[in-house]
């Protein structure tokens, strides 16, 4: 079905990124856009590392916003960038579920994208969410 590694991991969270983004933008359940894809001759295949980040957002989907929201300092959700939530959602995820990435790579790689994939401000802005989400992030993750 998937393939193991294919580009390793940064690109596995781009390619997350945008199964994120488009089904944000598509209204659609991202687990759904993946499944289809992952079945289509016309798609590269799909890394399970991505998979692992798209399923594993949309399960933690409700904290991950609630979250977001409450540390993203005068900024709703529906008023972020579809493209700069999808980032946020996915550091977010890596950063209190995936237990095998340091915080700060969590937080460093969705810098990374975000800098690459969106606008000047968006970098700054991101690291702020996950940075002020990082410093809780042990209390978060005994409660979770």
Known sequence: ?????PGGRRSSRKRAIEFLYEAAVREMDPVTLLSQRIGSPDVDPVA??????VEGVQENLT???????????????????????????LGLYE????????????????VHLVKTLSTEDSPRFVNGVLGRIGGIA???R???
Do not use: N
């Open 1 to 5: 079905m998937a393939e193991r590694h």
């Open 48 to 53: 399970d590392y991505t998979v692992t980040l």
């Open 63 to 89: 904290r991950i916003d609630e979250l977001l929201a409450e540390h993203a300092e005068g900024w709703s959700l529906q008023r972020m960038p579809p493209l700069d939530l999808a980032v946020l959602r």
């Open 95 to 110: 950063l209190l579920w995936a237990a095998d990435i340091p915080d700060p790579v969590a937080i460093d790689e969705a």
């Open 138 to 140: 042990d209390q978060l």
């Open 142 to 144: 005994a409660v979770l």
